[in-house]
Each structure stands twice: as C-alpha cells, then as structure tokens.
C-alpha cells in the first residue's frame, strides 16, 4: 500500500494509482451522474457529456480527493488528525471525508471568508479555525501547526493522492461514455485537470483545461515553462484562482493538449443556460467548459465531448444574472 | 402484448404492469440518481432519499409515462401518430417520446401559455397547435380530432398506461434503497401518485401524496369519496393544478394512506432549501414533498424516507425568493 509521504515526482501519478483511487473511494463517494441535453448539443453544435460532479458529496470533485488522502494515512496518522488552510469546496470536503471515517479534522479560515462557506465547513464536523486573509498568514499557519502540532496537512490539490482521486471522476466518465474526442476540465490548482489528463492519455483522448482570463496563471505558465503566481482574486470563478503546484505542473505540461481561456461574461451565460437546460446548479468554476465549447468551434464542433462540471456551491439568493421575483399566489 | 385501448377499470393498474413498463422503457429513460443531504437530514429529523426525476429527460418524471404510451402502440397507430393538449411537462415529454421513437405528435397549446413553454414543446420536435385557453376549447379540440383524425389522442395522467410508466420512478427507487418507512410524492392529477402507490403497496410500504393548500381537490375527494373539480389555478405549484381521473382516483382511494396540504409559503422556503443543498433545481411541485416532511413531523420525524422531486422545469429568471444581482468582476 502507498504511504502519504512516499509519494512524491512528477512520475508519481499514473494510471494505476488512479486506478486504485477508484476502487479505494467507491464505497463512500456517489458515482456522479451523465446528463445530456439536445438544446445544449445544439447551441454547441457537438454532442455533450456532462459528469456532474457538482452533484458530489459537499457539492463538488474535491470529495474525491480528500477522502483518496485520508484513506492512505496510517492509524496513527488517522488518530492525530489532518488539518488544511480552505475557504472552499477543499475545506469542506475534508471535513465531510474526515467526519465519515472518524478523523478530526481542523480547517483555517480566513476570517474574511462568507458565511455560508463557513457553516458548509462547520456543518460537516470541522473544527473552524480563523486565520487573517492572505498568503503570509496562511503560510505562518502552515508552518506553526508544522513544527507544533502531529496533524498532517492535506493540501488542496498539490499532491499525487489528492490528484489521483480527482482522476476518478474522469475514469468514471469515459468508463460510462465510449468514444470520447476530448475530455474538457476547469483549471484552478490543476489537481482535477491533472488527473483528468493522466486518464486521457491512457486511453489517447485529447484533454483540454479551461481557465478564466480574469485568472489565467496557468496559461501563463505554460508560455513561460515555470509555475507563474496566480493574479489577483477578480474572477467570478472563486474556484480557479489559485496558482499551480510542483506536482500538478509538469502533468499538465506534459499530457494537456491546450489551455483556453473565456471571458466572466461567457462563463456567466454558459452558466444560465446550464442550469436551465440541465436542471442542475453549477459554480460559476464548472461553467467555463460549456462557455469554452461555444467560443472554440473550431476545436470542438461536430464532437462527442465529456465534460466535467467540477462543482455546485452557489448561494441561490445571489445569482449573477437578473432575476424577477416570482409572486405567490395568496 | 396488452394494447392501448384494451386496459381499463379500476384493476387494470397493477405491479405486473409497472414491472413490465420498467423493461419497456430502460433504454430510453435516464435511471435517475438518488441524492441524499446531510443538511436537509438535519432540517428534517429524518433520513431522506430523494429520487431526481427532475434530472429525467425532458426535466420530468412525465417522460416515463408518455416513452411506456408510445411503445404499446400498434404499427398502424404509430404511422397514424398522435395528440395531446398540455402547456407543461406532458407535452415536452410526448414530443420527445415521439421524436425518439419517429412517431408524429401534435400538441395542443393554450395561446396564452408561456413562451419557455411552447418552446420546450417545439424544442422537442412536436407540431403545435394554439387553441383558446379553457376547459371548454380543451374538451372541444379532442372531441373535433377523435372524430375526424385518425391520431391516438395521449392523456396527461387517466390511463393505466401511464401511470404504470409514472410508477417505474418508485420501482427504481426502492430497488436503489431498501427499508424505506415511506413514499411521498407530490399529487396533481394522480398519475403519479398512483404508480407510487402500486409500488409502496406491493412492498407494504405506506405511501403520502402531498397537494397544495390552494389545489386541495384530491385532498376533497377523498373525503367527499368522489372526484371534484380542480379549483381556480392559484398555486406556484403549476403542475398540481389538475382534477384526478377514473382511472387515478379508485387506485389512490386503495392505496395511498393519506393525502397532507401544504402551504404556499411552505413550498416556496422547502424550494429554496432543496435547491442549496441538493445543487439540483426542482419546480415548486417537486418541493411539497420536503415542505411535507418538515411540516409534519408526528408521522415523519426519525423515518427512512423516499421522496420523489417530479420535474425542474423552471425559468432561472423567474424565482419565488428575493436574489442579489450577483456583479462579475469586470
């Protein structure tokens, strides 16, 4: 069996450790559904797979990976606990991972961060732990709790084992859906990309990975060949700011087709019309796959294209498109 | 092979029925996911398996009933096609039933229906029809083509081939989760609610329909131990708004162990509700089942419970709560 630290390089991940992912998470994730829609196949002119990964435990992928980690640690690891920095869908996804398999788990949180992030992290059995906002404070935590504490930390995506059980969501969707031409996956961290690439390469499907303009790092990084830091947090997409990792660069680098970009504008009507057509919520994150199969036709039209949407948690009172209010009847 | 027009009466309705229907139509139906929530757990005091049939092809359970209709027919019947009147979900799914199967379909359209509506309808390949809206130009539309077409008229729910269709959500449901103390599905015109009801009854499970307050007419037949008429058209609930049919209304008086109202207001907050949690969108119909659930706690509370979201077929720009605009960064 692979321990959490033994794994380490970029030749860590591969098709067998997500492989292995797989089998080790069944029992505990939901094998996410594959919706399609004729009107969403005709505004994109390709035919469209969607893995809803924003039907997930805790509403996103990340729960793949987070309970991929927990599931290596050894007994002793498992009594220490695990700890990690998250405002996000990552925060509560360990917590929900860490409550199922009798693991404390302790979440830093910006004390600037929404409410609703909060309580979805609280909600699930964290114990909440308020940090200052920004990267100085975050990395003075990571190195206090380090040298002062047994916790391990599972970092949001840098990591072969959190890649590989992201990896699973990509495994299911060509499993489920034969013949694929190409696999689309948001870009944040690259910890779902990453994983999603390594299946694809396997079963020589091209991978793409969408990122905002608004947080396009990763596209940088990959013109300059080095890990570019991640711009300032703009984009309505709150799941895709984040910068590259040394684990998840070099997969990208080496089995990613291309990185395309859309703008806040594209991702926010691709998002209306996903959920209007598909009948699920999706992030503002998840939209940018759709938006992108619109704007690339060149690239896209005529396809079988499976697509991930990486998560739902959005608060239904803020939307960003105008909304009238429905009167009742009484 | 039991034909179109040679199912009738109270019997005809039975769980050999279902199970056949369930061959019948499974490579044409999505099997619905069943989605769970910690969250909506802790609201309820219970333990909540919710079957997404909003998630169904044409963004409701109605796909089922119609696809089963359309596969009992004859050669002749097919070639001669056939004809509905709905501005809702029934005429969205016959029209898909019939493109899929290459049967023709016409549907007859209220003029003063909504425009998403007769989209949805035309979206899916069905020729439409405009006729005044009312009972009286309903009933005069199918009285001028059952004498002079040839076309199966396809009722919305009164006929034991649909509601056999309808059932086959609960059949999987209950194959997906064993021990369930209840079924609660929401009533409208029963057809539904009566397959439901066959399939709680075979298993000895008791089964709740659930009306609102402002289209109690089910809920008043039963005690007046005959059908009354549907009242005037208040509810949100648009796809309750409907009077039971011989057919339903025997097979609910049998079988289902009490119909409960809930209120507009109930509805509107259990929408909310289910949308946040359960990342899914359902229409307010869909959600008197939660509103159900938490508003009667006394037959509910500490159970293992099934219940059924019937559709998703909601304008995103329409909503029955207050949103924020939600600006992008740009």
Chains 1, 2 share one sequence.
Not at 83 to 110: D, E, K, M
Request: with cysteine; hydrophobic share 45%; glycine share 8%.
């Amino acid at each position: 069996m692979t321990g959490w630290q033994h794994i380490a390089g970029p030749d860590a991940l591969n098709l067998d450790l997500i492989n292995r992912a797989e089998k080790l998470i069944a029992p505990y994730i939901l094998q996410t559904p594959v919706l399609q829609s004729s009107v969403l196949d005709s505004i994109a002119n390709a035919q469209l797979f969607f893995k809803c990964e924003n039907l997930q435990r805790t509403g996103a992928f990340k729960f793949r990976g987070a309970m991929h980690a927990l599931l290596n640690l050894t007994a002793e690891q498992r009594k220490q606990g695990v700890y990690t920095v998250s405002s996000g869908n990552h925060g509560a996804a360990l917590a929900a991972a860490g409550r199922i398999l009798g693991i404390p788990v302790q979440v830093a949180v910006p004390n600037n961060a929404p409410r609703v992030k909060k309580e979805n992290i609280a909600n699930n059995g964290a114990e909440i732990i308020e940090i200052e906002p920004g990267m100085a404070a975050r990395e003075a935590f990571i190195e206090e709790k380090r040298t002062q504490s047994q916790r391990l930390f599972i970092p949001p995506y840098n990591h072969p084992l959190i890649m590989a059980g992201q990896g699973t969501a990509a495994l299911e969707l060509v499993k489920a859906v034969p013949d694929l031409d190409a696999l689309i996956s948001p870009l944040g961290g690259g910890g779902l990309l990453s994983g999603t690439a390594m299946v694809g390469h396997s079963q020589s499907i091209p991978v793409f990975g969408i990122e905002p303009e608004l947080a396009n790092d990763a596209w940088l990084s990959l013109q300059a060949g080095s890990i570019q830091r991640a711009r300032p947090p703009t984009s309505i997409c709150d799941g895709l700011l984040t910068s590259l990792g040394d684990h998840t660069f070099p997969v990208i680098q080496t089995y990613v087709k291309e990185v395309l970009l859309v703008s806040e504008n594209e991702v926010i009507i691709a998002m209306q019309q996903l959920w209007q057509a598909l009948k699920v919520m999706v992030e503002p994150s998840s939209a940018t796959v759709f938006a992108a199969v619109c704007k690339y036709p060149e690239r896209f039209q005529g396809k079988r294209l499976g697509l991930i949407l990486s998560g739902g948690n959005v608060d239904v009172s803020r939307l960003p498109w105008p909304v009238t209010l429905l009167e009742k009847a009484e």
